[in-house]
């Protein structure tokens, strides 16, 4: 079993729309997790941290259910400039600070 | 601040030479470092972990030989794939974690932006 799993996409919205993405994780033990993007052929940079009473960066909201081991993202008044993909990253092993990405969720936003 | 660069950003080569790719921090001083590798489509891999002054920590399944990993400085890490093959051909990423004096918990990396690598 994988240690993060996203649902791919993609995902295609008009401007404007609301959007949400979902992330199980398998390690209980499980320190920290994130958000990053990644454009087309581009590194990864962090959108923002998920903490477990959830936080809000903008039209951008991620919450952390450490019972279901699921993170989210949610997305409002999408921009075309939204557009890329969305991975969700967790740090797993305690003192090493590694990250394990899942795969990533793909977004475009239409005009 | 908090800039890591990657050199050269592309590189195509024959089979069965070898390729340096370089990691660097330019504004703050990384201890470690890490090595990703992404294939098309797919998610960041962890390959290795590149500690300053010491022997670099593998990820299984990644061979040490082949993969060599050298952090000489605070500020450079560098990855030498060996011997390269059309199957290493992929996206090579490195990260740099930055610490925060008296914040043991902050954990962010940050990325270098990445080395293309074709192998004909």
């Known amino acids: 079993r994988k240690e993060v799993e996203q649902d791919p996409g993609p995902f295609n919205v008009p401007e404007g729309a609301t959007v949400a993405f979902n992330c199980t994780y398998s390690n209980s033990a499980s320190q920290s997790f994130f958000w990053y993007r990644q454009d087309c052929r581009k590194e990864p940079k962090l959108l923002m941290s998920v903490y477990s009473s959830g936080n809000e960066d903008g039209r951008f909201t991620a919450q952390l259910n450490r019972a279901s081991q699921y993170i989210s993202l949610l997305i409002r008044d999408s921009k075309l400039s939204d557009s890329a993909t969305y991975l969700c990253?967790?740090?797993?092993?305690?003192?090493?600070?590694?990250?394990?990405f899942g795969t990533g969720t793909r977004l475009t936003v239409i005009p | 601040g908090a800039v890591v660069s990657q050199h050269p950003s592309r590189v195509i080569c024959k089979s069965g030479t070898s390729v340096k790719i370089e990691c660097r921090s330019l504004d703050f001083q990384a201890t470690t470092m890490f090595w990703y590798r992404q294939f098309p489509k797919k998610s960041l891999m962890l390959m290795a972990t590149?500690?300053?002054?010491?022997?670099?920590?593998?990820e299984q399944g990644v061979e040490k030989d082949k993969f060599l990993i050298n952090h000489a400085s605070l500020t450079l890490s560098t990855l030498t794939v060996t011997s390269a093959h059309p199957e290493d051909s992929s996206f090579y990423i490195c990260?740099?974690?930055?610490?925060?004096?008296?914040?043991?918990?902050?954990?962010?990396?940050?990325f270098g932006p990445g080395t293309r690598l074709t192998v004909l």
């Open positions: 990253v967790v740090n797993i092993r305690t003192g090493a600070n590694n990250l394990f």
């Open positions: 590149s500690n300053e002054g010491s022997k670099a920590t593998y």
């Open positions: 990260s740099a974690r930055l610490l925060l004096a008296g914040v043991s918990s902050y954990n962010e990396q940050f």
